[in-house]
Structures are given as C-alpha cells and as structure tokens.
C-alpha cells in the first residue's frame, strides 16, 4: 500500500468538495477530486489536483471512475468523500414522480453505487473510511425542500444501518451534517425547478411566488451561513482521527435542530421550524 493516504472526492467543481479537495490535499492526501463535467475536471487539474469525470447518475461513470482511481493507486483507497448533491425545490403536492427519481439518483443511488463499489476494496485492505455529506435537512424537514430532504434521510438511515453492519471490519462509515455553507446549490437548483414545477398552475402559486423571487435573487450570505471550509475541518477530523465520530454537526443550525428534535414534541418542532 502506498505511503500516501489517498481520497476521492465526489463533486468537487464548486463548493464543499472544491475546498476539500484543495484542503485534503495541502495537508498530504492524495486526492482524486471528481466532477461531473470534463471542463471542471480540466479546471482542477490546471490547479493541480488530478481529477476525472464521476457522475453519480450513470453507473458506469462511477465504476470507471473508481477503476481510475485504483490504476493509479495500485489498487487501494483509504477513504471516499460522497459529496455531490443537488436541489429542487417545490412543494411535495408539485413534485413529479420522475422529480424523485431523478434526485434519488445522484443524491443517493450514485452514494451507494460507489460506496458498495469501494466496500471490497477497504475489505481487502482491512480499512478504510465512507464519509457520506448529509445535511440538517437530514434532521429536520422544511417547507419547499421535500424532495432533497427525503434524499438526505434516506442518506442518514442507509448510513447508520452499514455502520451497523460494518463494526470491526475496519471501515468507517461517517456522516457531516451542513447548514447553511456557501456554495452554489441554489443557483444550480434554478434548472431543476424549472424543469419539474409547473408553479404557475399549483393551488399554492400565491405562496411560490415569494419563492421564487428569492430563488433567482442575488444577495448575500444567509443567516449562520459558513464557508465551505467549515465542512473541510470536520471532514479532517472524520478522515484522520483514530476513532471518528458517527457524524459531525456543522453551523448553528444543525447543533440547534440536532438538540431541538430529541427534546420538543414534533408539533412543536414543527412549528419552531415553520416560525423559520
């Protein structure tokens, strides 16, 4: 095995993954920062990171992806930073089936595509760490975010029965929960709203409205709103501690939503959250 701790990172064009990949690899990792388009990777690898096509909702891609990694390691991979994800918003009652399907796809099918790809690998080697980025809204659910939410807690629930499953084999499967961090994962979501909301015929088109406003609005850091390196610290700790934690809080929000759900009644809860 090589000397030099190796990580892939998923999504990393932007955001939480391109601070990762930048942060891992200053502190030694070598780190193959993935992308789903090839100009993002040309980007990165002019910045020096090596970096290939992944794209979480075609299997194939995942698995060359993954081979990729392996050729240039010699066959091993200390750890995988699932990262890419994507939003549409919209109320539950507008979501298409095929919405959901579609955002299942990457933000959960590709996890598990490419973590039961690398189980093998981490097995043959007696180790390795599965870092799934979650979100608060993995926690708690909120208004307009239906169907990123049920991907995130299907996420935390997938993630907490394979560590389970995975007790003394030397994999740890770890969860990051983000708030509010800066990346463009508003911007990005505009598409898929677009795409899937037929908001102008919805009986809430009084209520999207101001959605939609904000949806397209430029403005400045939200409330509690962190940089993407406030995800790189804890993904640090998760990757190099000796014995990580299940999973890492990160921003207020997520501390406050984490503690709020085990001690208010849910109709409580619900109101806390409406009350924003």
């Given amino acids: 095995m090589s000397a030099q701790r190796s990580l892939l990172i998923t999504g990393c064009s932007s955001g939480i993954g391109y601070d990762a990949a930048h942060g891992m690899a200053a502190r030694g990792w070598r780190v193959f920062a993935t992308c789903r388009s090839e100009d993002d990777c040309v980007r990165l690898r002019a910045e020096g990171l090596e970096s290939f096509r992944l794209d979480y909702a075609d299997d194939s891609s995942v698995a060359a992806a993954l081979n990729e990694a392996l050729t240039r390691t010699g066959g091993t991979l200390d750890a995988v930073f699932n990262n890419g994800a994507f939003a549409c918003p919209g109320a539950v009652e507008d979501l298409p089936t095929d919405a959901l399907r579609a955002i299942f796809e990457t933000n959960l099918f590709g996890y598990h595509e490419l973590t039961r790809r690398v189980i093998p690998v981490m097995r043959a080697q007696g180790h390795g760490r599965i ?125 406050l939503m984490g503690t709020l759900r085990r001690l208010l009644p849910t109709r409580v809860l619900d109101w806390v959250i409406a009350r924003g």
């Fill in 131 to 255: 870092v799934n980025c979650s979100s608060v809204l993995g926690l708690v659910g909120m208004k307009w975010r239906g169907a990123y939410v049920a991907t995130k807690f299907a996420m935390e629930g997938l993630t907490d029965v394979m560590r389970i499953e995975m007790a003394g084999t030397g994999i740890h499967p770890i969860l990051i929960e983000p708030g509010p961090i800066t990346s463009k994962i508003r911007a990005n979501a505009i598409a898929h709203f677009e795409r899937w909301i037929d908001w102008k015929n919805s009986a809430r088109r009084a209520e999207y409205e101001p959605l939609v406003q904000r949806l397209y609005e430029s403005r400045g850091p939200d409330r509690f709103e962190l940089p993407a390196s406030a995800v790189t610290a804890k993904l640090i700790h998760a990757l190099e501690s000796r014995r990580p934690r299940a999973r890492y809080f990160v921003t207020t929000p997520t501390y």
